[in-house]
Every structure is written in structure tokens, then in C-alpha cells.
């Protein structure tokens, strides 16, 4: 009875501000008043305050068996540092190329994170973003590996078998920033570097989201993609999806 108040409570407050949007068969109401945007000693204004800075509406299911959720929950940058523990240039991009390529799957803008898997170079920053942003997990086979995509990163819903690679364009990245990650990684660099490195990487960052995030990446579709089989020994079933249908 709780529940269903809760839902009618939402409903009407969604049918006055006219957001019910429908993604798949039901009704989701988008929950935009969910969005942290608020500056953080590790969250720079920038990060959610620039004109193109990516935010995600993702729909998951309400408990563990439990069935859709009745509302999307908004998903800003800032989330994504406080998960990943850090703001940098990889999170950010791998951020902007996701929201590029969910917008080629999802062009009615809800993300339903139930029924995606996703494969990415493996650096701490990029898959970070890809798990967070599609709910793919290595243990589950929808999360997986593969170095030779580089800054790109191939999406597929695994409802229709729709798949998009989304890619960083040519000449997007600092030759400057590229040359000093690589002194630092050779661990050649000096403190002052380093820090230099750093400030590069968020100049980069602060400059990728003041321009369309398209003008950096494309994003094309993938016919018959076959997504890799896990070699993960371990991998289970995801269980808190399998009642994502079942009649409220
Ligand atoms: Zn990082």
C-alpha cells in the first residue's frame, strides 16, 4: 500500500511538471531533481557546469528481485568523480563518448542499465565510467576488455543486440599532455611535472565539455556485433533483473 501511494504521489507530481516520458513498454517518470551539481574541493565547477557537460538518466529496477523502478535517477559528472575517486581527463572523456554513444541507443534519453554490456581498453578511468554508466560487471560477462580500442568503446543492448562503437576523433587529444603522460609513466618526470600533468589533464577536460561532445567523438553502429564470451571463470547471472517485467 506504501508503494502505491509513493507511485501515485510521483505520478502526479511528474503529470503536472510533464515529465512522464515512456521508455520501453512502461512509464518512467524522469527523476532530474536527483542531480548533485554542486562544486566539491574534488569536483571542480567545471565539471558540472559547463555548457556540455554530459549527465545521464539511467533506469534501473527497485530492489533486488524487484520489478522497473518508477522513476530514472540523474547521474552528473560529480557522481562519477565521487565513484571513480578522482576528476581526470580519462573519466571525462570516457564520460562524454558514453553519453555520445547512449544517445545513439537511447535517443528518448532515459538509459535503461538493465540491459546493456560494454567493452573498453583497460585503464582504471575508463572502465570505471563504463561500468558506472551501463551497470556492466565483469562477473556478470557484460563488462569486458579489449586494449585494442583505445579511446573507444563499443556499447550494446543486449534486448535487441544493438550495438554502437563511439570513438575520440583524430587530433582531440594535446600532443603536450600526451608527451608529458608518457615522461610520467616512464617515471621520468619531475614533482613540477607531474603537477603540470596534471593541470594539462583538466585543462583538457574543462575544454572538451565547452564544445558539443560530437565534435570529439563519433559514434557509428555495429551490424550482427557478437559481444566477446566472458573467460572470467566465475561469472554468474545477474539475479536483480530477472523480475524487471513482472506486473506491479
Ligand atoms: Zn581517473
Redesign the pocket.
Known sequence: MKIKIVSLVAIVLAIISGQVLASNSLSVIKGASTADRTPAWYSMEWATGSKHSPEFELLDTESALGRYAPMTKTITMKDLIKF???A?D??VQAAAALRVALTELYPAGIIDRTELRILSKNG??FMDAAAYLTGGRINFGTLDVDNKLGASWVVQRISDGKAVKVSRRDGVFPKDLADLEKKVRAGKATPEEITITRDLAWDFSKDLLSHPLTDSFSVEELANFEFPKSEYARVGERGDILHKNDPY
Open positions: 571513480h575517486g578522482h581526470c580519462g573519466l582504471p578511468c
